[in-house]
């Protein structure tokens, strides 16, 4: 028996115009506008473009937008890449997003009708991924985590000072420096030690009775060589003042590919008091600071006011969680990319839109390891291209060298490649008149 043609399940456009969703979301575009987008999608599902089922959300989805947010093709090789956006977020971190952005059971518990705990499964995936006894906390970002770590423990201590080594006083940029970030909560900070250099000893004699916490800062983005030395949390850990490390990139356990990054679980297991890091670098998630560690200090925290103006909204409790339980993160599938791939891709985007394929060396970004070289390799386009292109929609972003556009494909997702392919064309169809 023969299918019957499935264009003949494609939605009638009254049906369509008349579906609240694309009335919704098409309010204030007028009936024309709507109708453009609904025509437009029913003529993609008789190209047998996209199945019929699917031209309510294709007509939605091509709906004009209302925000000024331009998409970016990342085609820069750098993987956490703060100026455009840190990390892109996996399918599922978008569909948990979409599924908590109206009313939920964010504090409510359906079986007893009362007030339940905020975030408890967020939470729950971060424990499960952590030394046993130890317990959670999310905040905005991952200078609130310490700023809140830092404000939480001088509030308990015998007094009002961090003792902290000059090879750590880091700025994370935009000016902005984590010893004034401390400061400003009104410790005084005892720095030790040496730029280059510091020892056990340096801490032991700044540690005293004034002393709340000794805080460790992962030097992220730079890397210091030479003749150089620090004191790891073990020999810290002895020094009887709870330890507080910022790892910053939010390695939750060891890489063997990135061996110079902190992890929270060793950080812990070394007797780390707190570990504090960023949800949007090596993790891969939504903007969010992780407050790690003893279950105690961790429950202080929580309850200190300071945690309130501090606390992340749904739909990056709904990302956070996706992202812990979703599998590979697109960062870690970017940063790990087999080069043999990546120069495929790039040989067939060379043969679609002319240029060179040439070595080109990707990196982990301002999120961390700065001494991590990823090789890989990008198409070398004529420099002019790069101004038209950045400027497209979607926008498509690569690295000016030496007179030369490179397009490196690591970070641009496999399912794109046709997206950027075209927008090449375009951009130098648009240079040829
Ligand atoms: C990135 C970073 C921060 C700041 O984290 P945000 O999430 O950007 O606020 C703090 N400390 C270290 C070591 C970092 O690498």
């Given at each position: 028996m023969r299918e019957p043609?499935?264009?003949?399940?494609?939605?009638r456009t009254d049906d369509l115009l008349a579906d609240p969703r694309l009335s919704e979301m098409g309010s204030g575009l007028g009936r024309d506008g709507i109708l453009s987008a609904v025509r437009g999608a029913q003529e993609r599902a008789r190209a047998g473009?996209?199945?019929?089922?699917k031209v309510l959300q294709d007509a939605v989805a091509s709906l004009?937008?209302?925000?000024s947010v331009r998409p970016v093709l990342?085609?820069?090789?750098?993987?956490?890449h703060t100026n455009l956006g840190r990390a892109p977020l996996s399918h599922k971190a978008i569909a948990g997003i979409v599924r908590s952005a109206?009313?939920?059971d964010l504090e409510y518990d359906v079986h007893t009708g009362r007030r339940g705990p905020r975030g408890a499964a967020v939470l729950a995936a971060l424990c499960d991924r952590l030394p046993e006894g130890h317990a959670a906390l999310v905040v905005n970002n991952g200078a609130a985590a310490l700023l809140l770590a830092v404000t939480g423990l001088i509030a308990s201590g015998s007094d009002r000072e961090v003792v902290v080594s000059r090879?750590?006083?880091?700025?994370?940029?935009?000016?902005?420096?984590l010893p004034d970030l401390m400061t400003s909560t009104g410790v005084r900070l005892r720095e030790v030690g040496t730029t280059n250099r510091t020892s056990l000893a340096d801490y032991a004699a700044a540690v005293?009775?004034?002393?709340s916490a000794i805080v460790k800062v992962h030097p992220s983005n730079f890397r210091v060589e030479g003749f150089t030395g620090g004191v790891g949390v073990p020999d810290l850990a002895t020094l009887g003042v709870p330890v507080v490390v910022?790892?910053?990139?939010?390695?939750?356990a060891p890489d063997p590919a990135l061996p110079d990054e902190p992890d929270a679980t060793t950080a812990l297991r070394e007797g780390a008091a707190l570990v504090t890091a960023s949800g949007?670098?090596?993790?891969?998630?939504?903007?969010a600071g992780l407050l790690l560690g003893d279950a105690e200090l961790v429950q202080r925290l929580r309850r200190h006011p300071l945690a309130r103006a501090l606390r992340v909204d749904k739909l990056t409790l709904a990302a956070l969680e996706a992202t812990l339980?979703?599998?590979?993160?697109p960062v870690t599938a970017y940063r790990t990319a087999d080069p043999d791939v990546l120069r495929t891709r790039a040989a067939a985007l060379a043969e679609q839109v002319g240029g060179r394929v040439r070595a080109h060396d990707g990196v982990v970004g301002g999120?961390?390891?700065?001494g991590v070289v990823l090789p890989g390799w990008a198409v070398a386009l004529p420099e002019p291209l790069a101004t038209v292109l950045r400027t497209g929609t979607p926008s498509v972003v690569g690295r000016v060298e030496s007179g030369e556009l490179l397009l490196d494909l690591?970070?641009?997702?496999?399912?794109?490649d046709a997206d950027l392919a075209t927008a090449v064309l375009a951009a130098v169809r648009s240079l040829q008149v």
């Open positions: 043609d499935p264009r003949r399940r494609i939605p473009l996209i199945a019929p089922e004009p937008t209302t925000s990342n085609a820069t090789g750098v993987v956490v109206g009313y939920s090879g750590e006083l880091v700025e994370i940029g935009d000016g902005f420096r005293g009775p004034h002393t910022d790892i910053g990139s939010g390695l939750l949007d670098k090596l993790l891969g998630g939504p903007q339980r979703g599998g590979v993160a999120g961390g390891a700065p690591r970070c641009v997702p496999p399912e794109s």
